[in-house]
T-cell receptor, first 111, second 111 residues
């Protein structure tokens, strides 16, 4: 049983397109996160939801919009993709302020 | 804002040698967590330190949290090829919700 799953695993798209990444956790956690990992492996928090409420919203272009339909799901929609959006996006979940469990990542390549 | 610095950026050791990575926060932390990311993989939680001066061991890995709760270290004794990967520290501020990751230390082990 996969604890934190993300789809798709790979995403290759053209500049200007809109795309979504989905995340689901079956751990019963109350908090979910989106991280961006760039080519230098730096992990940066983008968003966090606790019980479906947005609690962390870092300085991220408003082309990025998270949506949490319920505590087990957190999706990320990206409008008007740019070259600089190319990265690996990780979803994670936890009980509030505890250890985080990461999904396998989505490698986004914008051409 | 809170910053977490981690050194060294990169370390290449001979199998059997020891390895240490250091982490420093610009602010006092409520806890610090350590994660390992294998090449091509996702970050995996190793440990959380909460108490001032705390020392925890996991087999060949020793984790320390400084007395001032602003610095931490991870020491691996007698490295093995399975230790290869990037080690991240991540600090949680006293009043904040988010985990701020260090830049990571990439460990390569020569056999």
């Amino acid at each position: 049983d996969t604890a934190v799953s993300q789809t798709p695993k790979y995403l290759v798209t053209q500049m200007g397109n809109d795309k979504s990444i989905k995340c689901e956790q079956n751990l019963g956690h109350d908090t979910m996160y989106w991280y961006k990992q760039d080519s230098k492996k730096f992990l940066k928090i983008m968003f966090s939801y606790n019980n479906k409420e947005l609690i962390i919203n870092e300085t991220v272009p408003n082309r990025f919009s998270p949506k949490s339909p319920d505590k087990a799901h957190l999706n990320l929609h990206i409008n008007s993709l740019e070259l600089g959006d190319s990265a690996v996006y990780f979803c994670a979940s936890s009980l509030f302020k505890n250890e985080q469990f990461f999904g396998p990542g989505t490698r986004l390549t914008v051409l | 804002g809170q910053q977490v610095m981690q050194i060294p950026q990169y370390q290449h050791v001979q199998e059997g040698e020891d390895f240490t990575t250091y982490c420093n926060s610009s602010t006092t932390l409520s806890n610090i967590q350590w994660y390992k990311q294998r090449p091509g993989g996702h970050p995996v939680f190793l440990i959380q330190l909460v108490k001032s001066g705390e020392v925890k061991k996991q087999k060949r890995l020793t984790f320390q949290f400084g007395e001032a709760k602003k610095n931490s270290s991870l020491h691996i004794t007698a490295t093995q090829t399975t230790d290869v990967g990037t080690y991240f520290c991540a600090g949680q501020g006293e009043y904040g919700n988010k985990l701020v990751f260090g830049a990571g230390t990439i460990l390569r082990v020569k056999s």
